[in-house]
């Protein structure tokens, strides 16, 4: 079993920045963030590979934000550049132990065994 907590959020101007940490309890192989607005469903973000060598952004994001890990403290990052009133959500990390590289599976959320409480983020316009 394997523990997520995420941290990091808050409330931000637009085109402000935040970083967005994940610290897991245990190893982890693909980490994922997701968000989810009010009335909407959770979507996908961003993945990274446990090498980190291999990434996955949404459309959304790409160019905007960051996705990164630190294996010797078992913490993953979200940094979050140019951030937009439509980025406003609750931020969701995510670990898939089953896989070690970012696969289009990885966009999916039922590839995902653990995840965190979350971690609100608010974009102010």
């Known amino acids: 079993q394997v523990q997520l907590v995420e941290s990091g959020g808050g409330l931000v101007q637009a085109r402000g920045s935040l970083r967005l940490s994940c610290a897991a309890s245990?190893?982890?192989?693909?980490m994922g963030w997701f968000r989810q607005a009010p009335g909407k469903e959770r979507e996908f973000v961003a993945a990274?590979?446990?090498?980190?060598?291999?990434?996955d952004y949404a459309d959304s994001v790409k160019g905007r934000f960051t996705i990164s890990r630190d294996n010797a403290k078992n913490t993953a990052y979200l940094q979050m550049n140019s951030l937009k009133p439509e980025d406003t959500a609750v931020y969701y990390c995510?670990?898939?132990?089953?896989?070690?590289?970012?696969?289009?599976?990885?966009?999916?959320?039922?590839?995902?065994?653990?995840w965190g409480q979350g971690t609100q983020v608010t974009v102010s316009s």
């Open positions: 995510a670990a898939d132990n089953s896989r070690t590289s970012v696969s289009p599976d990885s966009r999916w959320l039922g590839s995902y065994k653990y």
């Open positions: 245990g190893r982890t192989n693909v």
């Open positions: 990274i590979s446990w090498s980190g060598g291999s990434t």
